[in-house]
Nanobody, 113 residues
């Protein structure tokens, strides 16, 4: 059973930065695409960013230019660098390997104004 464990969430002021990490129990190079999703209170879960095995990236329009997704295959870790955070970025952030329907438990990110 694949386990994905997120870390790095917390409380930060608007304009600040956080880096989320996602450690995988399996070799992440086996996953063609890995992704970060988020879910804010009262809203549906949405795709934030994803990255392919060839490092092709996708970003949601609301985070483009502020967030950077990356993967360290030898360490089996997925990252999300979040800069210039806004209160509307407040959500639970989930790491996922969608092809296998594998999800982490989520990490809370709260941005205060």
């Amino acid at each position: 059973q694949v386990q994905l464990v997120e870390s790095g969430g917390g409380l930060v002021q608007a304009g600040g930065s956080l880096r989320l990490s996602c450690a995988s129990s399996e070799r992440i190079f086996t996953f063609n695409v890995m992704a970060w999703y988020r879910q804010a209170p009262g809203k549906e879960r949405e795709l934030v960013a994803d990255i392919s095995s060839t490092n092709i990236t996708y970003y949601a329009g609301s985070v483009k230019g502020r967030f950077t997704i990356s993967r360290d295959n030898p360490k089996n870790v997925l990252y999300l660098q979040m800069n210039s955070l806004k209160p509307e970025d407040t959500a639970i952030y989930y790491c996922a390997a969608p092809s296998g329907n594998y999800w982490g438990q989520g990490t809370q990110v709260t941005v205060s104004s």
